[in-house]
Each structure stands twice: as structure tokens, then as C-alpha cells.
């Protein structure tokens, strides 16, 4: 059997199974709130999987290493900034998230925060929807790029039929079971993403000692060979610019502390605090073996093709998998990058369906009275028109560099929302005028920063939760407290 058709094999297996799993838990979705978080019976290990794959997407196993490849040790910031962000959020915040939607009866991040601030909760909630998916039609874009760019790379398919068959592949399971189909897919594709990351780069630092003729035999030498700019964790630049490139790259750091709604929405999943705490343990676990695997699938892939060996460097991922393991294996390992784009994209998708029934068709449309029954027709056929906006939407788009688009949306929706996660846990005084105004000019702000080119002055996405922070606290000292009882 050649090497192709051994690939293509694993592909269409892969995928089949993938596809039968979601189809087979979709059957449990009942409700639109089993639809919109599993029915709150999440285990805790699955819901923790579910959070890595869904946090991961194509930027862990393509944009990450590709960012590795291209500038060498001053990436070691973006990871730390990541790892760190996610230790923050899973020992601070997940079991307080956790407990509060409980209490609220909150089926979204954007549900539990107009709950939480009921004198605008109106205001709140139809802003919110409709920022989650404004920025979710970028976010879901990268999926479908990075899918076709591992198509692309793996069997020569052209990138924009490569992004076509992506979504034809994440539509129909993501549509029919909702979440309780897509935290049993995520499961199953983390493990193989983890997988991939924790051994890759094992066999990696060995082939390469022991192959002659690469650019480097080790990493060091790699790193080295590259020039100073790769050599140097501060990429070379020294005074003022090391400080920007530290600070552009470690600013990663602030949309991962609870302003995501898509990984919030596994906190808020999960059965009880038992299992709150089993999903902590396993996904402080994943995220160390990941963030330390997809570095040096980078660095790995300096030494085996040059620093200006690839012309996409985000392609690094797969182009190592099939220099380091026989076809069908490296085949299994390249799905884990396809795994990462379709555990993302799907659970957007869902997301952003389910921010659109909740919190607009369901309030402002029925007036509240939905029946659980219609609600899930209702969120499946949102679905399916949202992920064909999306895919429509890919095209248009001014850049397919996948990091670029990934830190447009965490700056915009994710920094702006972590703040108001974290002050509405932490501080009783902040009130709803102060989140509606981070939400408004948090938005905002990233939109003007990076249409007037700004980044180049200063990193927008860490300027974009500072002045998200300020707008919530001046807002809300300048403000009378909301009224009591408007709050759940």
C-alpha cells in the first residue's frame, strides 16, 4: 500500500469515527439546554478535555509551532503567557464559574452575565450575543483555514477545497447533538492532539541526533545556526522593543482568564465540584505536556529544514509528523491538527447558535416562553446558517495567517469579557453600567487599534484588557450600585 492511500485510509477512518461518535451521544440532546451545555451532567474529565481541544484549535498544533519556526526562542513567552493564563483560570475561576451558573441557571457565559447584572440585562445580553458572534465568524474562519492548510499540505489539495471539506465534516454532528456531541468528540480528539505533542517531539530530538545532513542535530545548535534573532528569547532586540515583543507575546496571558466563552461554557457544564476538580487535575496536566510539545515541534522543525526551509511556516506541524513517522502513523498524528480545528470550530458553532437562541430569539422573540423541544430545532437551524456565514465569510477575509486572526478575536471579545468575569467574581461593587461599557469599548478600542495599524506602536492585545479594566472600574465608581434584586 503506497503512502498516500495509507494516509488517505487513516483520514476517512479517523473522520468516520469522529463523525459516528458525535452522531451517536447527539441522540441524548433533548433540550435546547442539553443542546447548549450537556444538560449540566458534564463528567469532569470529559468536560476538561473538551476545554483543551476547544482551546486549542489549529492555533496549538499549526499557529503555535508555526510562530516557533518562524521566530525561534522569544516564543517561549507566548507559551508562558498561555500555560500560566490557564493555570489562573482553572484553580481561580472554573469552580466559582462553575457554581455560580449553577445557581443563576445560566446556559451561556453572556446568560450568566446579564443574569448577574439584571439592571441592563436586556442591553447586556443582545450586545453580548452579538459580539460573540461578530467575533466567532474570525475565530471559526481560522478553523476552516487551518483545515485547509493540513489538507493542503498532507495530500496537495488546493487550501480553499481543503476549507470546504472541513466544514462539511464539522455541520452535520455539531448540528445534530450540540454539546453533548461535542464534548465526547473533543475527548476523544485531545487525547490524540496530546498524544501527537507529547511524542513528536521525543522521536524528533532523536531522529535528529542521529540523521545526517539537517541544518542542526539538536535544537541548541538549531536555534543557534538560525542567528541571534532565533538564539535569544527577546528575538534579538534589546531596550524598549524587547520589552514590546515580551509583552506582544505574553499578552496571550489575559483572554485566558475566563473570557472565552466557549471554554467557559465547560466550567459551567460540569456535574459538581467533585468533578470540577478531577477536570482541573487533567487539564493543568494536558496543557503542560501540549504548550511544551508544540515548542519544540517549532524548534524540531528549524533543524530538520532550515529556518527558511518551509515557505508557510505554519505548516511546520504536519510537514515534521511525515519526516519523523511512517505514513499511517504520521497520518493519525496530522489528524490530531485536523482534530484541534474541528473541536474549535464546532464548539463555536454551538456557542454562538446558542447565544443567538438564548439570548435573542428566546427573550425578545417568544418573550421567554420557548418550549425546550422547539428551542433545539430553533439552535440546530441557527447552526447550520451561522457556520455557512462563516465559511462564506473565510473568503473575505485580509489575512490567512491563523495567529493573526486568533489574536484579533481573543483581544476584542476575550480580554473585554475576562475582565468582566473577574470583576463580577471578585468584586461586589461592580455593577452592570460598568459591564456594558467594558463589553461597548472594549470591542471598540481593538477594532480602531488594529484597523489604524496601532500593534506596530504598541501589542494591542495587552493594551486591550488594561483599557478594558479602567473602563470597568471608572464606570462603576463614577455609578450609583444597581438597585437590589436585580441580580440572581
Not at 428551542?375 to 446558517?385: D, P, S
Not at 481573543?410 to 452592570?432: A, D, E, H, Q, Y
Request: net charge positive.
Amino acid at each position: 500500500m503506497s503512502a498516500t492511500t495509507q494516509m488517505v485510509a487513516v483520514f476517512v477512518l479517523y473522520m468516520l469515527a469522529l463523525v459516528g461518535l458525535g452522531l451517536y451521544q447527539g441522540r441524548k440532546a433533548r433540550t435546547d439546554e442539553d443542546f447548549a451545555i450537556g444538560g449540566r451532567k458534564v463528567p469532569g474529565f470529559i468536560a476538561a478535555m473538551s476545554e483543551r481541544a476547544t482551546g486549542e484549535s489549529a492555533w496549538c498544533l499549526l499557529a503555535f509551532p508555526g510562530i516557533a519556526y518562524a521566530t525561534g526562542a522569544s516564543s517561549i513567552w507566548v507559551a508562558v503567557g498561555l500555560v500560566l493564563g490557564y493555570f489562573i483560570a482553572w484553580i481561580f475561576i472554573a469552580l466559582r464559574l462553575r457554581d455560580e451558573a449553577e445557581r443563576c441557571e445560566a446556559v451561556s457565559l453572556i446568560d450568566w452575565i446579564a443574569k448577574r447584572h439584571g439592571a441592563l440585562g436586556k442591553a447586556i445580553r443582545l450586545l453580548g450575543s452579538l459580539l460573540v458572534a461578530f467575533f466567532f465568524f474570525f475565530y471559526v474562519g481560522a478553523q476552516f483555514i487551518g483545515g485547509g492548510k493540513t489538507f493542503n499540505s498532507v495530500f496537495g489539495i488546493d487550501p480553499n477545497l481543503g476549507i470546504i471539506l472541513t466544514a462539511l465534516i464539522i455541520i452535520p454532528y455539531s448540528t445534530y447533538g450540540g454539546f453533548q456531541s461535542v464534548v465526547y468528540t473533543d475527548t476523544m480528539q485531545a487525547l490524540l492532539m496530546v498524544t501527537a505533542l507529547g511524542l513528536a517531539p521525543l522521536v524528533g530530538l532523536f531522529y535528529i541526533a542521529r540523521t545526517p545532513g539537517l541544518f542542526a542535530n539538536s535544537v541548541v545548535e538549531a536555534l543557534t545556526k538560525a542567528g541571534p534573532s532565533y538564539a535569544s528569547i527577546t528575538g534579538g532586540l534589546t531596550g524598549f522593543a524587547a520589552a514590546m515583543l515580551i509583552i506582544s507575546n505574553f499578552s496571550w496571558f489575559f483572554g485566558c482568564l475566563g473570557g472565552q466563552p466557549q471554554l467557559s461554557a465547560r466550567f459551567m457544564s460540569i456535574k459538581d465540584r467533585r468533578e470540577a476538580v478531577i477536570g482541573r487535575n487533567a487539564a493543568l496536566i494536558w496543557i503542560l505536556i501540549a504548550y511544551a510539545g508544540a515548542i519544540l515541534i517549532g524548534w524540531l522543525g528549524i533543524a530538520i529544514f532550515g529556518p527558511q526551509g518551509l515557505a508557510d511556516a505554519e505548516q511546520v506541524m504536519p510537514s515534521v509528523m511525515m519526516k519523523l513517522f511512517p505514513p499511517a502513523l504520521a497520518a493519525l498524528f496530522i489528524v490530531a491538527a485536523v482534530a484541534a480545528m474541528l473541536s474549535t470550530a464546532d464548539s463555536l458553532l454551538i456557542l454562538s447558535s446558542t447565544e443567538v437562541t438564548e439570548d435573542i430569539i428566546k427573550p425578545f422573540i417568544f418573550k421567554g416562553h420557548l418550549p425546550p423541544e422547539k428551542g433545539l430545532k430553533i439552535a440546530r437551524a441557527i447552526n447550520i446558517v451561522l457556520a455557512a456565514v462563516a465559511l462564506g465569510a473565510v473568503f473575505m477575509l485580509p489575512t490567512k495567517f491563523i495567529y493573526s486572526i486568533v489574536q484579533f478575536v481573543w483581544s476584542g471579545l476575550g480580554n473585554p469579557l475576562s475582565v468582566i468575569v473577574i470583576l463580577t467574581l471578585f468584586w461586589k461593587r461592580f455593577n452592570s453600567k460598568g459591564a456594558l461599557a467594558t463589553m461597548v469599548l472594549g470591542m471598540l478600542f481593538t477594532i480602531v487599534w488594529t484597523v489604524m495599524g496601532m500593534d506596530k506602536v504598541f501589542p494591542g492585545a495587552a493594551l486591550s484588557f488594561f483599557f478594558s479594566l479602567a473602563v470597568a472600574i471608572i464606570v462603576t465608581l463614577a455609578t450609583k450600585p444597581d438597585a437590589p434584586g436585580l441580580t440572581c
